[in-house]
């Protein structure tokens, strides 16, 4: 990561900026899931990575009891990827969570059940950040069908 990026705590008047690198990442995130991340961040914790000001990557993550937080939404903007952002946002966001208790952090994304290519690179990257794949649930709750749930969990 340059001298030039940040990782910092983000609020509503970053949303849209988040959600311009969702929608330039439509292998990852359908419409419906944008609409749906805009409405997450308004209600859980927003970090963002900044480069020189401008966002160019993010992380939402849900306290979902004293011990274990979950990473709702994540991305990082295309031309930015491979330059660290997304591993320091990890980092960071570890490094607080387990100053104030948090034990486990938790992440669902697309299983390779699905053979879908572009999410090999999100399984890996997960992997590479230490986070160990528990299980596979397919039907998800809430998912569209034919979409198996990977869910990993990292320990802080």
């Not at 509503?12 to 900026?17: N, R």
């Not at 031309?79 to 486990?104: F, H, M, P, T, Y």
């Not at 990257?125 to 528990?134: A, G, L, R, T």
Request: charge should be neutral; hydrophobic fraction near 35%.
């Amino acid at each position: 990561m340059r001298d030039s990026m940040n990782i910092l705590k983000g609020n509503e008047k970053h949303i849209e900026a988040c959600c311009s690198i969702a929608k330039g990442l439509s292998e990852y995130f359908t419409e419906n899931a944008v609409e749906t991340m805009s409405k997450d961040m308004k209600k859980h914790l927003l970090y963002i990575a900044t480069d020189l000001d401008e966002v160019v990557g993010f992380m939402t993550i849900h306290r979902k009891n004293n011990h274990v937080a979950e990473i709702l939404w994540m991305a990082v903007k295309k031309s930015k990827w491979n330059q660290g952002i997304g591993s320091a946002l990890i980092e960071r966001i570890s490094n607080d969570l387990k100053s104030q208790g948090v034990r486990l952090l938790q992440v669902k994304t697309l299983s390779e059940d699905a053979k879908y290519s572009p999410y090999e690179s999100t399984r890996q990257f997960y992997e590479k950040m230490n986070f160990i794949h528990i299980e596979t649930i397919d039907p998800y709750p809430g998912w569209a069908p034919d979409n198996p749930c990977a869910i990993y969990v990292k320990i802080l």
